[in-house]
């Protein structure tokens, strides 16, 4: 049983040179490198393939784009390769939040108050501990909690 061999990855000026037809190409060779270190930058930080982004952003234009394209469509891609949350159930009607009343007596008299918390679907634990995340990562940006070595 014969393998097909792996197609080579091409570099990234192999991969901007597929915009050379278009009318706003850098037509020096700084330019051009430049706009490979680019696409190579965005491949990097979003974890997408540089030839995945070529191939989207040929899609949407017919321009060649910019470092800043090619960051979006990196963005988009990676937005669109997660994993979506998981669903809620019955009780909380999909949301991850479930909401009661409760009888509270204080010194200016008693009265029903309405509450919300997370439920305890999968859901409801998802945005809880997206919510933990969240607020540790401001709390960390502010100087507040220390970084574990």
């Known amino acids: 049983m014969k393998t097909q061999p792996e197609p080579e990855e091409k570099s990234p000026e192999e991969l901007v040179g597929t915009f050379s037809r278009s009318l706003n190409y850098p037509r020096d060779k700084e330019g051009v490198l430049f706009l490979a270190q680019g696409l190579a930058k965005a491949a990097k930080a979003s974890g997408i393939a540089a030839a995945a982004i070529v ?5 949407l234009s017919a321009f060649c784009p910019t470092d800043y394209d090619f960051q979006q469509v990196a963005i ?4 669109a390769s997660r994993p979506a949350p998981p669903k809620g159930c019955q009780e909380c009607h999909g949301t ?12 200016a008299g008693e009265y029903d108050a309405d509450f919300a918390d997370h439920c305890d679907c999968k859901l409801g634990r998802f945005r809880r501990a997206a919510e933990y995340e969240r607020k540790r990562k401001a709390e960390e940006k502010r100087g507040l909690v220390r970084v574990a070595d």
Do not use: D, I, P, Y
Not at 76 to 79: G, N, P, Y
């Open 55 to 59: 191939a989207r952003c040929q899609e």
């Open 76 to 79: 988009e891609l990676a937005m």
């Open 96 to 107: 991850g939040w479930r909401s009661f009343v409760l009888h509270v007596k204080t010194g």
